[in-house]
């Protein structure tokens, strides 16, 4: 999908609904680092988010914006680093499991659970 396109359909939906899509991706990278010959889909997944938060954090509550800059941080952190996390498999479950941890913020952060 082109990303314009992709950008046009994110922003349609309301910021609670946003950030619930950006907490599955990092869900999904928790789970699909389990396995090392899922390095592509968890790299991708790791870039759709960022520009997630760039089109959600504008939008936001100043102190869920604070944390999805962080979260955007931590990504680019990891984009940096990559072939060295995913050729290692201590580095690899850690990043599954930060993105587990970020998800749960996430979520909270969105409000949808009530």
Known sequence: MDQ?????RYLRDELPVRLGGLAANLRRIGSFSRH???GE???SLVDESKYFIEWTAA???IETAAQLVELQIQLARWQ?????IWADPDQRRQVGEQ???WS???LDLSGLLG
């Open 4 to 8: 314009t396109a992709r950008q046009e």
């Open 36 to 38: 090392p010959a899922n």
């Open 41 to 43: 889909a968890v790299a």
């Open 59 to 61: 939008e936001a509550e």
């Open 80 to 84: 940096r680093n990559w072939q060295h």
């Open 99 to 101: 993105s587990q941890v």
């Open 104 to 106: 749960d913020r996430v």
